[in-house]
């Protein structure tokens, strides 16, 4: 069945510092992993997608990787800033469940001044 | 653009009594989203709508949990009677049709309800 699910559920980087999530998912089928930021007291928001075919993406600040050989993913966040403090949870979708997205448990991001 | 709408923010009831949350998903997405999140964990999904009709209803509990989106804009979630671990932020969320399912929904607030 599905699982996604993440290494680390706490991690606190320095101002300026790099950050890295990591995630491990089981699903091979899967289409799309997608990267989610939740800040106290709101819904989770889309950061970045990475479809199945690709090894690294990259956004503003934000690169994800994919190892497919391994099933993990990652989140690195360049030059961390107090606003990047949130919950960062990874999630995937498969077009053979209707697009059904799936988040795993999350890790904390927690950013030094 | 507006963005998901969520009511009520928070809500307070004793075990065994009934609640309803509302949504209201942003114009012109055709897919709806009901997820439960306890507190520490990832949102789960309880609910899909493609327009007005279930996609997947696998994790809802049906013996306790209803849903349903009427006209396939507006949805409500139901919980009768409520346990005390449904506990829980219920998110809403939408995503455009046709986007080849990339994953990218946009949610609300969420509803926060505590049973007692």
């Known amino acids: 069945g599905e699982n996604v699910g993440l290494h680390l559920p706490t991690l606190s980087v320095q101002e300026g510092d790099n950050s890295i999530i990591n995630c491990a998912y089981s699903?091979?089928?899967?289409?799309?992993f997608i990267w989610y930021k939740q800040e106290s007291g709101k819904g989770p928001q889309f950061i970045i997608d990475?479809?199945?075919?690709?090894d690294k993406r990259q956004g503003q600040r934000v690169t994800v990787l994919l190892n497919k050989t391994v099933k993990h993913l990652s989140l690195q966040i360049a030059a961390t800033q107090p606003g990047d403090s949130a919950v960062y949870f990874c999630?995937?979708?498969?077009?053979?469940?209707?697009?059904?997205?799936?988040f795993g448990p999350g890790t904390s991001l927690s950013v030094i001044p | 653009e507006a963005g998901v709408a969520q009511s009520p923010r928070y809500k307070i009831i004793e075990k065994r009594q009934s609640v309803a949350f509302w949504c209201n998903p942003i114009?012109?997405?055709?897919?709806l989203y009901w997820y439960q999140q306890i507190l520490g964990q990832g949102p789960k999904l309880l609910i899909q709508?493609?327009?007005?009709?279930?996609?997947?209803d696998s994790q809802l509990p049906k013996d306790r949990f209803s849903a349903e989106r009427l006209k396939g804009v507006d949805s409500t979630l139901k919980i009768q009677p409520a346990k005390l671990e449904d506990s829980a932020v219920y998110l809403c969320?939408?995503?455009?049709?046709?986007?080849?399912?990339?994953?990218?929904?946009?949610f609300g607030e969420g509803s926060r309800l505590t049973v007692l």
């Open positions: 969320a939408s995503s455009h049709s046709g986007r080849g399912g990339t994953g990218e929904l946009f």
């Open positions: 699903n091979s089928a899967s289409d799309y």
């Open positions: 990475i479809r199945s075919n690709m």
């Open positions: 999630a995937e979708t498969s077009k053979t469940s209707y697009d059904k997205v799936i």
């Open positions: 114009s012109g997405h055709a897919t």
């Open positions: 709508f493609q327009n007005n009709g279930v996609v997947d």
